[in-house]
């Protein structure tokens, strides 16, 4: 199989515009783009240390307090 020529890559760009209309590939691509900044941003709040969350064996394994009697 070849790559397909200039003209074949015309052809489908035209029936795609066609079929989908200028309006809705502008408000897909819009809709790309948002998408990955929304992405990029949750990559960011990633790299946040997370702080740690004392579990039941944390607390089993401290002394148990000394009280007065």
Known sequence: MHAPGIWGI???AVVVILLFGR???SGMM???ASGI???QR???DDEKPVERVAT???VDAREPEKKDV
């Open 30 to 32: 819009g809709e790309v």
């Open 23 to 25: 309006g809705k590939i």
């Open 10 to 12: 015309l052809v489908v």
């Open 42 to 44: 949750g990559m960011k």
């Open 56 to 58: 039941t064996s944390d």
């Open 37 to 39: 900044k929304a992405f």
